[in-house]
């Protein structure tokens, strides 16, 4: 059977003025990644699917994150912001060509799921013209009440407007709908503005498909799946339910999670076979763990490879472009950034290793800071293979510590060390006898003099 052809129009023309932020309220980020981008991964990218995106003037950072998301996608503005017909109409362009199915969603709502959007078009190839999702409400408090009969939705009564028996169904209107794609333009067009605030609603094409003698109908998924965002605190809640999600998920691929309310997960984490994860960790976007990996608490992870059977903390803090080779060691207090350590090398405590490549079996010794930044530019500290760094040492990049080279406790290298060459540069010590005496003396006196 020949696939069906769809057209995704995602609305995020939303100044999200109730966000208290400069920020477009689609950009706004959940589990790592930001709200639209969760909506974009949820449609479909397959053979016949296209996708576009509306928004509002002078959003250019929400067509960058589109097209970052899902680089085919088009972009649309919606200049007045007159109401959600308006707004797809805004895409009029795309709608014109043409397709099988046409599903308008909303960018931020990042808890939907693709299978929610599969489920939606079901009907489409049975076909109704028009398919609405709904959710039963805890409180449906201001939602819109789908009114449904026989099966068949025949209104959506927005809740001013509901009476009181009407206000009890506990069935509302998630706003998300798939239409009939070769009707959805003639349908969407007679939707009128003859209401208050003189704007273009999509819930009005439930009965205009009804005076059309076509049918609508409803599909249900949970509230939690179509929770909108306007606020601070409803990013916060849908962040609780995104958290659970992932750690769900995580716990159900073999990952061992300690206590798993409290380790944050980033919504593109990968995992291999019996990794381990410690209360109070944190994992930003762009990380993978390999097999047998463990993290330790209070460790904090973004954009970074870890390798199998590594061992990471407590108290670490892996930064972007970090690489893990397999059985390395990051202790308590080590911070890397933009770091390749390969296999066997071990950072066991208060270090950082910034812009570096470490070589296989290594040890950096507690202390150890690769001077990267000069305060214009950063540079590369290059570690070979086997290389011992004492202690305390200082590496001023550029600089290059050959193979089994070893550096003396304590030591600020300036300059290339040979493959298997000792470097040790301190201040020859000097001793003077009865010299704490004498300056105990001094100050007491001096302490004395003070209190008089």
Same mark, same amino acid.
């Given at each position: 059977?020949?696939?069906?052809?769809?057209?995704?129009?995602?609305?995020?023309?939303?100044?999200?003025?109730?966000?208290?932020?400069?920020?477009?309220?689609?950009?706004?980020?959940?589990?790592?990644?930001?709200?639209?981008?969760?909506?974009?991964?949820?449609?479909?990218?397959?053979?016949?699917?296209?996708?576009?995106?509306?928004?509002?003037?002078?959003?250019?950072?929400?067509?960058?994150?589109?097209?970052?998301?899902?680089?085919?996608? @088009?972009?649309?503005?919606?200049?007045?912001?007159?109401?959600?017909?308006?707004?797809?109409?805004?895409?009029?362009?795309?709608?014109?060509?043409?397709?099988?199915?046409?599903?308008?969603?909303?960018?931020?709502?990042? =808890?939907?799921?693709?299978?929610?959007?599969?489920?939606?078009?079901?009907?489409?190839?049975?076909?109704?013209?028009?398919?609405?999702?709904?959710?039963?409400?805890?409180?449906?408090?201001?939602?819109?009440?789908?009114?449904?009969?026989?099966?068949?939705?025949?209104?959506?009564?927005?809740?001013?407007?509901?009476?009181?028996?009407?206000?009890?169904?506990?069935?509302?209107?998630?706003?998300?709908?798939?239409?009939?794609?070769?009707?959805?333009?003639?349908?969407?067009?007679?939707?009128?503005?003859?209401?208050?605030?003189?704007?273009?609603?999509?819930?009005?094409?439930?009965?205009?498909?009804?005076?059309?003698?076509?049918?609508?109908?409803?599909?249900?998924?949970?509230?939690?799946?179509?929770?909108?965002?306007?606020?601070?605190?409803?990013?916060?809640?849908?962040?609780?339910?995104?958290?659970?999600?992932?750690?769900? @998920?995580?716990?159900?691929?073999?990952?061992?999670?300690?206590?798993?309310?409290?380790?944050?997960?980033?919504?593109?984490?990968?995992?291999?076979?019996?990794?381990?994860?410690?209360?109070?960790?944190?994992?930003?976007?762009?990380?993978?763990?390999?097999?047998?990996?463990?993290?330790?608490?209070?460790?904090?992870?973004?954009?970074?490879?870890?390798?199998?059977?590594?061992?990471?903390?407590?108290?670490?803090?892996?930064?972007?472009?970090?690489?893990?080779?397999?059985?390395?060691?990051?202790?308590?207090?080590?911070?890397?950034?933009?770091?390749?350590?390969?296999?066997?090398?071990?950072?066991?405590?208060?270090?950082?290793?910034?812009?570096?490549?470490?070589?296989?079996?290594?040890?950096?010794?507690?202390?150890?800071?690769?001077?990267?930044?000069?305060?214009?530019?950063?540079?590369?500290?290059?570690?070979?293979?086997?290389?011992?760094?004492?202690?305390?040492?200082?590496?001023?990049?550029?600089?290059?510590?050959?193979?089994?080279?070893?550096?003396?406790?304590?030591?600020?290298?300036?300059?290339?060390?040979?493959?298997?060459?000792?470097?040790?540069?301190?201040?020859? @010590?000097?001793?003077?006898?009865?010299?704490?005496?004498?300056?105990?003396?001094?100050? =007491?006196?001096?302490?004395?003099?003070?209190?008089?």
């Amino acid at each position: 059977m020949t696939a069906r052809s769809s057209l995704t129009v995602v609305l995020a023309a939303g100044e999200g003025t109730r966000m208290r932020s400069s920020l477009p309220k689609v950009l706004h980020p959940v589990a790592g990644q930001s709200l639209l981008a969760h909506v974009l991964n949820a449609t479909d990218a397959g053979e016949g699917s296209s996708l576009a995106v509306v928004i509002g003037p002078d959003h250019a950072a929400v067509a960058d994150e589109a097209h970052r998301v899902r680089p085919e996608a @088009q972009t649309f503005v919606q200049r007045e912001r007159l109401g959600t017909a308006h707004a797809v109409l805004a895409a009029r362009e795309a709608l014109v060509r043409g397709v099988d199915d046409l599903l308008v969603a909303f960018g931020d709502t990042p =808890l939907i799921s693709a299978e929610t959007f599969a489920r939606m078009r079901a009907p489409l190839r049975e076909g109704a013209a028009l398919a609405v999702l709904g959710f039963h409400a805890a409180d449906p408090t201001g939602y819109g009440r789908l009114i449904v009969e026989n099966g068949k939705l025949v209104a959506i009564r927005e809740h001013a407007d509901a009476s009181a028996e009407e206000r009890k169904i506990t069935l509302c209107n998630a706003g998300v709908m798939a239409f009939d794609g070769r009707r959805a333009l003639a349908i969407i067009e007679k939707i009128g503005n003859s209401n208050i605030k003189g704007e273009y609603y999509l819930v009005d094409a439930v009965s205009i498909i009804r005076d059309m003698g076509l049918e609508a109908v409803v599909i249900e998924t949970s509230e939690d799946e179509v929770r909108g965002i306007n606020t601070k605190a409803q990013l916060a809640e849908a962040e609780a339910v995104m958290q659970t999600r992932l750690r769900k @998920q995580a716990l159900e691929a073999g990952v061992t999670l300690i206590a798993p309310e409290t380790v944050y997960l980033a919504a593109d984490t990968t995992f291999g076979k019996d990794v381990v994860i410690e209360p109070f960790v944190v994992i930003g976007p762009g990380v993978s763990i390999d097999d047998g990996a463990v993290i330790h608490s209070f460790s904090h992870v973004v954009e970074a490879r870890i390798g199998k059977k590594v061992s990471v903390g407590p108290y670490a803090r892996l930064r972007p472009g970090t690489s893990l080779g397999d059985g390395a060691r990051i202790g308590n207090f080590v911070e890397t950034k933009a770091a390749v350590l390969e296999a066997g090398v071990k950072v066991n405590h208060l270090s950082y290793v910034g812009d570096a490549h470490v070589g296989a079996n290594s040890n950096l010794g507690a202390g150890t800071i690769t001077c990267n930044y000069d305060g214009f530019l950063k540079h590369k500290t290059l570690i070979g293979e086997g290389a011992f760094v004492g202690t305390n040492s200082s590496l001023v990049a550029p600089v290059k510590i050959g193979k089994g080279a070893y550096i003396g406790s304590g030591s600020v290298i300036t300059k290339d060390v040979p493959d298997d060459a000792l470097a040790v540069e301190r201040s020859q @010590q000097t001793i003077r006898e009865g010299g704490a005496a004498r300056y105990r003396e001094i100050k =007491l006196k001096q302490k004395a003099a003070k209190g008089k």
